[in-house]
């Protein structure tokens, strides 16, 4: 299929697809005079790198994993999902506190506006 084909099925950009070549994710593609042939893996291949990137890991991350053309090393990808886990894990326990100062602003201001009213 032609990259336009490879694009709608992926759903990520012809520019994307053209980017994840170039830096190196994408290898290998099969090419047809100039224009460029990708098959069914590829398609997978795409998607998986938008899922990762939609968890938040990073392309550069990606490619350092990257053992053969379709394929990840695994054990040091569930390492990574691990170590984003417990950076998240953190993320929602700082905003939990963040949360919680925001609400004791919040009603100790409140009680200043009521004894303000209350004193006038």
């Not at 980017?19 to 460029?36: A, K, P, V, W």
């Not at 950076?87 to 602003?105: C, G, H, R, S, T």
Request: hydrophobic share 40%.
């Amino acid at each position: 299929m032609f990259i336009g084909e490879m694009a709608k099925r992926s759903g990520v950009s012809v520019k994307a697809i053209r980017h994840y070549e170039n830096i190196g994710l994408l290898t290998d593609i099969t090419r047809q005079g100039s224009y460029r042939i990708y098959d069914n893996a590829d398609v997978e291949f795409v998607t998986l790198i938008k899922r990762a990137q939609l968890l938040g890991l990073s392309l550069a991350q990606l490619k350092s994993l990257k053992v053969t053309r379709h394929d990840l090393d695994w054990p040091a990808v569930v390492e990574l999902l691990e170590a984003k886990k417990q950076q998240v894990l953190d993320d929602i326990a700082a905003l939990e506190q963040q949360k919680k100062l925001l609400d004791y602003y919040h009603q100790d201001i409140k009680i200043c506006l009521d004894k303000l009213d209350s004193a006038l």
